[in-house]
């Protein structure tokens, strides 16, 4: 029992024994100890004797002070705690009072960011901890709908558990939700699970062989993408207002999904029904002369699984080297875009109409 953090003494087994012999008998007298307790030494009952005193559990009689005598443990709980409950009640009401005042600052904050949007049209967040509380708020504050674009294999067990109650949270709401993953995803049993979760409550999910780079927009009318300028790593997050570059994400989100392929969790079974764009995938990929780190990248796999995967590829075709495995392919069609990932009318390929 942990009572350490209020600066009492934990209830061990001796003293609990002590406390049970003490309402058996009515009363103990000191120094005697307890002679109905065999396997305590008369210095093991004084000790047990103390952390009674200090828990108030025992209490000298009136007149008595040699006898304890037992008390009830709500009386002693009310006693012995109500000195911890009120330094916590002050506590409390002090962070009470700091957070209103922070709060009181909320109207400035959002004037100002507002002010800044308007002219900037976009915010910086340096690191993974403010892109992470920018997050939360405007998951919070999301209302229709929101979509994400997830691209490599499968989520960290972690990062999936930091998501899990703040989508559940805007799916209750009733808002909307969409994600895209890569095919990769699919082998992660973590991501299986999560998807599932998800799922159920509501969220739809597919997968592509490729998918762009990280994207989440919220009501299509502001968006989440990774910081990239100057060959940065993507830490941190680029928070984005602009109505014609959200507008431009939001197509483009749009257009993957009418081509990915619907994905529920499940097991190896998920991973089969996307063999073919897997594999179409690869051998455009091969095709291009694209080294096996390019390829792994792109396709959100590991070095080690994308090279067992061109391995089969190669040997399906019957090809003795990458090369002559990339002209088998074009020549069987499978360089080829699949069916329905071609662009809808007006969607890229033509010059951007820039009239008003």
Request: net charge neutral; hydrophobic share 40%.
């Amino acid at each position: 029992m942990g009572t350490q953090s209020t600066g009492l003494p934990p209830l061990d087994e001796r003293a609990v024994a002590v406390f049970e012999y003490v309402l058996s008998q009515g009363s103990l007298k000191r120094p005697a100890g307890a002679p109905g307790l065999p396997g305590l030494s008369g210095e093991e009952v004084e000790a047990a004797c103390r952390t009674l005193l200090r828990l108030r559990l025992l209490r000298p009689a009136p007149g008595r002070p040699e006898e304890l005598i037992p008390v009830s443990p709500d009386a002693a709980a009310a006693e012995a705690l109500g000195p911890v409950e009120s330094h916590l009640a002050r506590a409390a009401a002090e962070a009470q009072s700091v957070r209103d005042e922070l709060h009181s600052l909320m109207p400035l904050y959002r004037a100002a960011r507002r002010a800044r949007d308007h002219r900037e049209g976009m915010d910086l967040l340096p690191d993974l901890a403010a892109a992470s509380a920018m997050l939360t708020e405007e998951s919070a504050r999301c209302r229709e709908e929101v979509f994400s674009v997830q691209p490599g294999g499968g989520r960290s067990p972690h990062r999936l558990g930091d998501a899990l109650d703040r989508d559940l949270a805007m799916l209750r709401r009733g808002v909307r939700m969409r994600t895209l993953y890569q095919h990769s995803a699919r082998a992660s049993l973590a991501t299986q699970g999560y998807v599932e979760t998800l799922t159920e409550a509501g969220a739809q999910y597919r997968t592509a062989a490729e998918l762009p780079d990280r994207a989440v927009v919220f009501d299509r009318s502001v968006a989440f993408l990774p910081r990239r300028a100057d060959g940065g790593s993507g830490e941190g997050a680029v928070l984005v207002r602009d109505p014609d570059v959200v507008a431009y994400l939001c197509r483009v989100f749009d257009q993957r999904w009418s081509a990915a392929t619907p994905f529920r969790g499940g097991g190896g079974a998920a991973y089969k029904e996307v063999g073919q764009s897997l594999r179409r995938a690869l051998a455009g990929l091969l095709a291009e002369g694209a080294k096996d780190e390019v390829i792994a990248r792109r396709m959100g796999m590991s070095l080690r699984t994308c090279r067992r995967h061109i391995a089969e590829l190669l040997e399906e075709l019957g090809a003795e080297s990458r090369f002559q495995g990339g002209a088998l392919a074009e020549r069987a069609g499978l360089t080829e875009p699949e069916e329905g990932t071609r662009a809808p009318d007006g969607a890229g390929g033509g010059p951007v109409d820039q009239s008003p």
